[in-house]
């Protein structure tokens, strides 16, 4: 198993910048790809990025060019820039992490993942 934890959510003005990041420990070796999913209150979770072991990256739409995945697997670490934040990206961000490939039409499933960190609230105010 796989521990997750994240950190550096807050609260900033529209327009702002907010770094978000989750450090892996325990079986780190078993990682097929790692993910930052949100759920704002009253919505599902969704996949917002996600960033293979080969260093392939996908977002979804809402977030394409504001938004950057990073890993440095040498601080077992997964990092989520996100620039010129909306009140809509307002909600609790969820890292996570899985173990197998199901397809690259997957890498934004909720189901494709088995092992998730706790959240980080972020709160973008207009």
């Known amino acids: 198993q796989v521990q997750l934890v994240e950190s550096g959510g807050g609260s900033v003005q529209s327009g702002g910048s907010l770094r978000l990041a989750c450090r892996a420990s325990?079986?780190?070796?078993?990682?097929?790809?790692m993910a930052w999913f949100r759920q704002a209150p009253g919505k599902e979770r969704e996949g917002v990025a996600a960033?293979?072991?080969?260093?392939?990256?996908t977002y979804t739409d809402s977030v394409k060019g504001r938004f950057t995945i990073s890993r440095d697997n040498t601080k077992n670490t997964l990092y989520l820039q996100m620039n010129n934040l909306k009140p809509e990206d307002t909600a609790m961000y969820y890292c996570?992490?899985?173990?197998?490939?199901?397809?690259?039409?997957?890498?934004?499933?909720?189901?494709?993942?088995?092992?998730w960190g706790q959240g980080t609230q972020v709160t973008v105010s207009s």
């Open positions: 325990g079986y780190t070796s078993r990682i097929y790809s």
């Open positions: 996570a992490k899985a173990s197998f490939n199901f397809g690259s039409d997957s890498l934004l499933r909720r189901t494709s993942y088995d092992d």
């Open positions: 960033i293979v072991t080969d260093g392939t990256t």
